[in-house]
Structure formats: C-alpha cells, structure tokens
C-alpha cells in the first residue's frame, strides 16, 4: 500500500499526529484506521500493516480522553484533603507513590475544612472522569449525600486518616483512641492529675476518638473527668491559644495539657509562655502528629505520631484492590497504631 511523503502528510512537522492525518495519507477510511489500530479481525493483514508502520513513524499516540470512554478508565484517582498541612501532605505523597507504581495518576483537591468546597471538589472530579475517590473528611462535614452519589455510581471509594460512621466502604486509619490513651497515660506516669484537653470541633470523629483515649485513661489511673479540663475548638492555632488562655485563667488551672494536633500545641505554647509558666515544671504539654517543627521548638514538645505516609500508602492500595476486585470489600478497616515521643515539655520525671 503506498502512501504520500512524509512532509505532504503533515505540513507542520511539529503538529501531533492524528488518526485522520494516517487515514488521509493512506487514503482508507478513518474508521478502518481505527479498526486496524485495535486489530479488528475484518480488517486485512495489509492495511494493518501499513497502519501501524505509519503510526509508528508518526510516533501517532492516541487520544487519552477516547481511549478513556472506550475503555471506561481515566487511570486517575481523585483525592479529597481537608488540607495540605504536613500530615495530610505526607499521606498524599504516600497515596501517590503507590498510583504511580500501578500506573495512575493523582488528582488533589482541598476542602480547607469547608463542607461546600468539600462538594464542588466532589462534582469537578467527577467531570473530570476519575475512576474513582480516596477521601479525608473535612471537618465541617455533617452530611454525606455527595458521597453516596460517588456510590450509586458504583465507584470504587476509599476513605482514609478522616472516615465517616455514616459511610460504608474501605478504610484506612489511625488507632486515635489508643494516640489519646497513651499521651494522657504518659502525663499521668509523669505525676499530672489535672490534665485538659484540647479536642477540636464536637463533629469530628479523630477529636472524638483521641478524647475518648483521653478519657479512658483518666478512668484506667481512677481521676474523675472535669468538664472545664475539656475544650472544644477549631484546628488553628489561634483558636487553640485563646481555648488555653481560657483554661489558664481557671482558678484550678490545669496542670498539662494535650492536644489533638501540633498546630494546636504551638498555639497552647504560646499561651503558655505568655502566662510565663515553665513546662514542664510548671505545666506539661503533649500534641499529636509528630511533625518535624516540634522537636526544634524550646523546650521541644512531646507529640503523638502517627505513620501518615504509610497511611497514605496503604490507602492507594486499598483502592487499587477495589479496582480490581469485584467482591464485597465494605466492611474493609486497616487501623494503624500511633507511637508517642516523649520530648522535654512533658518529661517531669524521666522516662
């Protein structure tokens, strides 16, 4: 089969190559370019050849969008973060690393702990054809009828760090209750008794979660809880420094405080500093997270970590399993267990 010259194919050398640009050179029908790329079998030896000898020397590559509607896969999994913070950020680059070694690509989306964001993320991953979602739910996520429709369609969906008890479906998280259990456990060996707690917003099932390790080990060292020891406020520093200053005026005042995030940590340091009391003399302080920044704080703070980038790995190939598999993977839950470093702003008494 003969076909025109190289420069009369494709006028511009630099143009992509199309599958219209190989029919016109060969003079054969786009539909039997097409037939003979998927090796249709009415197709003769031929003009097979002559196809793929000259998509090859066009280096032609086929459309990913139509091959996405023909094979019904994008390879690319939409991922929903309530933030990018570093925790969040190492899960997501664990989540990434397995997706690419399977061959997918990662596509992110912030929530900023907004429940309406949270949704527009949800419908502009849909129209971008994802074959399906790996989330962390925001924090003022109350109702979940975004996610059941990612169901209906019967879409695989993974939920990790962040899951919902609302929501069937495979999961990946942390032991939060065991992380409350062994921050508050470790203030109690150190010789505190009037432990607070900063436990994030009232909706959040990782706060709730901590609090209830926090609880449980006041009752395991028979200390009866006190509701002025318990705060909810937001993620954010400045919200944790102004629920700190509130505990700090009590007139029995707590003796060490956990919180349920670093950032909150920096926040009750600084209303610690302010007040000019010592830690761990005067007060101890443990967070959660382990992020880097808090072991080079004076005095380094104790925090609780948790494994995020294998969090985040162990998401991906959850989700990777649901691709590829047809049965009931629902009830689904890998728990993580946290490990607490001990640092100088809780060590009154030495480990």
């Not at 066009?58 to 990913?64: A, H, I, V, W």
């Not at 971008?128 to 109702?143: H, R, Y």
């Not at 060996?189 to 707690?197: S, T």
């Not at 700190?244 to 007139?251: A, E, W």
Request: proline share 5%; aromatic share 6%; net charge neutral.
């Amino acid at each position: 089969m003969k076909y025109l010259s190289l420069s009369e194919q494709l006028p511009d050398m630099n143009k992509q190559a199309t599958i219209k640009d190989i029919a016109k050179a060969l003079n054969i029908s786009v539909s039997t370019v097409s037939r003979a790329l998927r090796n249709a079998p009415d197709i003769k030896a031929e003009t097979r050849n002559a196809v793929l000898a000259l998509s090859e020397e066009l280096s032609y590559q086929p459309s990913r969008l139509a091959l996405s509607f023909q094979q019904r896969q994008t390879h690319t999994i939409g991922v929903i973060v309530p933030n990018l913070d570093w925790v969040l950020s190492q899960m997501v680059k664990g989540i990434d690393e397995v997706a690419l070694e399977a061959g997918y690509t990662v596509m992110v989306c912030q929530s900023n702990e907004s429940f309406g964001r949270e949704m527009v993320n949800t419908r502009r991953l849909l129209d971008s054809l994802v074959d399906g979602f790996i989330i962390s739910v925001s924090s003022e996520t109350k109702v979940f009828d975004h996610f059941r429709k990612i169901r209906q369609k019967n879409m695989p969906m993974v939920f990790f760090d962040r899951v919902s008890p609302e929501m069937a479906g495979p999961r990946v998280r942390l032991d939060n209750q065991d992380g409350g259990f062994q921050a508050t456990e470790h203030l109690i060996e150190q010789g505190y008794r009037r432990i607070a707690i900063l436990a994030g917003p009232r909706n959040l099932g990782i706060g709730n979660e901590r609090l209830e390790g926090y609880l449980a080990a006041l009752k395991k060292y028979r200390i009866k809880p006190d509701p002025d020891m318990i705060r909810y406020c937001d993620f954010n520093q400045q919200k944790a420094f102004e629920a700190t200053n509130d505990l700090l005026r009590l007139k029995k005042r707590p003796e060490a405080i956990f919180t349920i995030s670093d950032r909150m940590a920096i926040g009750a340091m600084l209303a610690i500093k302010d007040w000019n009391l010592r830690m761990p003399e005067d007060i101890g302080l443990v967070g959660f997270n382990n992020e880097p920044a808090m072991g080079l704080l004076t005095p380094a703070i104790s925090s609780v970590e948790q494994p995020a980038f294998e969090l985040g790995k162990t998401a991906a190939k959850l989700f990777i399993e649901r691709m590829h598999n047809d049965g009931d993977m629902e009830d689904t839950e890998i728990v993580l267990r946290p490990k607490l470093f001990v640092r100088a702003s809780s060590l009154k008494k030495g480990l």
